[in-house]
């Protein structure tokens, strides 16, 4: 294998076994992410209908609506109408909760879905007053926590895998390129690159030997006479001479007239 051919075949088999690992990559955290890491009751649980304190940290937290199923949530689970108020501590404005719905999560009839973003000014303990329509629920809570860790995974797995692509498209248009260019033949000098054609890194120039020619021959008067007396001889054969003709004409040239 020339090592022109050998560079998109290396660069193509690292393309594809980098896109596998990416797309296995980007499935994994994704599921670990929504399964594992995913600490969505990291702040604790309030029930409903019921209160809770929690101590909420500065910024943004999750809440979610928890609760156990039975038969599946083909479709999502459907969140009931509540009502809550959040107390804060003395002299700190009200968290504001941003309805932002998430997709259903569910391990063994255990489900739950993001309903929002509660806005925390200040880190402290708030007082959490939960009631709704949630009859038809098993032990329904609200969970207050945050995404996984990790949530940047999947898509840093997802630009390797683009990466890689574009590694690919790179490798097959340089193998195309190197299967089009022609092969240069060993011993024969290479085409130069002023004439249009990409330069070779072929071996020095070959230089036939010059061709011999063939030395003149000049025939002896031996020679001549054999000739002639083959041409008589063919002219009797044929009937062109008679036996007598013949013989004067062989006798004429024996004797060098």
């Known amino acids: 294998m020339s090592r022109r051919a050998s560079g998109p075949r290396i660069l193509t088999a690292v393309a594809i076994l980098t896109m596998v690992i990416a797309g296995v990559g980007f499935v994994v955290t994704l599921i670990l992410n929504a399964f594992v890491f995913d600490e969505y009751d990291a702040y604790g649980e309030v029930p409903i209908p019921g209160s809770s304190s929690l101590h909420l940290p500065a910024g943004d937290v999750t809440v979610t609506f928890h609760t156990i199923v ?3 949530t083909n479709g999502g689970l459907p969140v009931p109408p509540l009502k809550y108020r959040i107390g804060a501590p ?4 009200e968290p504001k909760l941003t309805e932002d719905y998430g997709t259903t999560t569910t391990v063994n009839n255990d489900a739950r879905i993001r309903i929002g973003i509660l806005h925390v ?12 329509n949630v009859s038809a629920y098993l032990n329904p809570t609200l ?22 692509v574009v590694d690919l498209v790179i490798a097959r248009v340089w193998a195309a390129r190197v299967a089009r260019r022609p092969v240069p033949v060993p011993g024969y000098p290479a085409p130069s690159a002023g004439f249009g054609v ?11 030997p010059p ?3 063939p030395a003149s021959y000049t025939p002896t008067d031996d020679g ?3 000739q002639q ?15 007598d003709e013949f013989q004067a004409e062989k006798r004429r040239i024996l004797d060098g007239h």
Do not use: K, M
Request: hydrophobic share 40%; glycine share 14%.
């Open 198 to 208: 990409s330069s070779w890194d072929a071996s020095p120039a070959y230089v036939p």
């Open 90 to 93: 003395e002299g700190v404005a």
């Open 229 to 243: 007396l083959n041409t008589l001889a063919r002219l009797r054969d044929s009937g062109a001479l008679t036996e």
């Open 143 to 164: 969970a207050f926590g945050h995404g996984s860790s990790y949530g940047n995974l999947p898509w840093i797995f997802a630009a390797i895998f683009g990466v890689a």
């Open 121 to 132: 000014p200040v880190e402290g303990t708030y007082d959490v007053n939960l009631d709704g």
């Open 70 to 72: 039975i038969g599946g």
């Open 211 to 213: 061709v011999q020619q």
């Open 224 to 226: 001549i006479r054999i």
